[in-house]
């Protein structure tokens, strides 16, 4: 049983239940109860397990409650996972003990499932679904434990890259979704929409030049550096700029693409940005700062509170922007550790982003 709203689920069922001689049903998720036909018809078929496809946002607990009634609650089995991609592994992990082959579709459309899944289940092989260039941890285990070798990618290189067949896992977080911490925004990665906001913006409570406003991690992050700072060399440093919106980048906009961000390209927007400035003020967006104890303290201690020097020395042409050695953005402990661990300095290089040095 699968939902027909969409077709994640149903694509990987369908190879499966070829492999197994079964059907796929398809049921409306969202309803809270199956139609007297899919009923007669499960009837008729007399199955001795019922397999619902996917997490109850994808078919109801109303449905699967609503089986379980008709046909006995050891009949039904759920195999849902947290996303789609999570459900194609469940599904085949539960199908499938070895397997040589695998197919491959793209989860965000479905011909190419379509199409690979009759020939899958003629084949008795499974069809996992998978992001265009890398696949979810939970894939990986399955393919692996599958002992499948031989991955075919169904779809050309703008549906599915070759870093699917290589399982190249997706990172831990988006890199694009303006929401999470690892979102990359440079000159050809816009924030989308344009105009997002933060909705967990909180005033930081720190010493300031412009009235601080970060997300609610990044600012409580900033509070511990700035306290660690102070602890150890008895100095301060305060926030410069922090939280820009799309409006307030307008008019921070200069027209120099090298020093200034267009609106909706700029990390201020984020609120996980943060320009740094020296208690008094010294070498303010200055290259300069990178020579002041703050700088040097920030330099060699940042990572540890989660934060990466964005813009380092001699990576124009990766990032688009000249040296910042005051402008930190927030990533969390485990991505800022991992990059200095690994010496690859920018998001670009460590993710395998395209550079940006232009629009
Ligand atoms: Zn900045």
């Known amino acids: 049983m699968a939902t027909g709203r969409n077709f994640p689920d149903a694509a990987t069922a369908a190879a499966a239940a070829g492999a197994v001689g079964g059907a796929v049903v398809l049921v409306d998720g969202a309803k809270s109860s199956i139609p007297n036909a899919t009923t007669k018809l499960l009837r008729d078929l007399q199955p001795r397990r019922i397999v619902i496809a996917g997490s109850k946002a994808a078919v109801s607990s109303g449905i699967e409650k609503a089986l379980r009634t008709a046909f006995g609650s050891s009949a039904v089995v759920r195999l849902g996972g947290s996303d789609r991609y999570r459900t194609s592994a469940r599904i085949t992990d539960y199908f499938f003990d070895s397997s040589d082959t695998v197919?491959?579709?793209?989860?965000?459309?479905f011909p190419d499932a379509l199409a690979g899944a009759a020939l899958a289940g003629q084949f008795g092989v499974p069809l996992l679904t998978a992001q265009r260039s890398c696949v979810v941890p939970e894939t990986v285990d399955v393919v692996t434990s599958l002992g499948a070798t031989e991955r075919v990618l169904l779809g050309s290189t703008a549906s599915l890259r070759y870093t699917v067949r290589t399982l190249e896992e997706c990172p831990k977080h988006s890199l694009t979704d303006p929401n999470s911490i690892w979102v990359v925004v440079n000159k050809k990665r816009p924030l989308s929409p344009k105009d997002w906001a933060p909705k967990d913006l909180v005033r930081v409570n720190a010493p300031y030049v412009n009235t601080p406003y970060l997300r609610s991690a990044a600012a409580t992050a900033v509070e511990k550096m700035?306290?660690?700072?102070?602890?150890?060399?008895?100095?301060?440093?305060?926030?410069?700029?922090?939280?820009?919106?799309?409006?307030?980048?307008?008019?921070?906009?200069?027209?120099?693409?090298?020093?200034?961000?267009?609106?909706?390209?700029?990390?201020?927007?984020?609120?996980?940005?943060?320009?740094?400035?020296?208690?008094?003020r010294t070498c303010s967006l200055a290259p300069c700062f990178a020579d002041t104890s703050q700088g040097k303290w920030l330099a060699n201690n940042a990572?540890?509170?989660?934060?990466?020097?964005?813009?380092?020395?001699?990576?124009?042409?990766?990032?688009g922007y000249q040296f910042e050695p005051w402008h930190y953005r927030y990533v969390g402990v485990e991505l800022a550790t991992a990059m200095r661990n690994s010496s690859v300095k920018t998001l670009e290089e460590y993710f395998g982003l395209p550079a940006a040095p232009n629009y």
Do not use: C, W
């Open 103 to 109: 197919f491959f579709a793209t989860g965000e459309k």
């Open 226 to 280: 700035f306290a660690a700072y102070k602890k150890s060399t008895g100095k301060q440093m305060q926030v410069l700029s922090s939280y820009r919106s799309y409006a307030s980048q307008q008019a921070v906009y200069t027209g120099n693409d090298l020093l200034t961000a267009r609106p909706g390209y700029s990390e201020h927007q984020t609120g996980l940005a943060v320009d740094v400035d020296a208690v008094p």
């Open 303 to 319: 990572y540890k509170y989660g934060f990466i020097l964005r813009y380092p020395s001699g990576k124009t042409s990766v990032t």
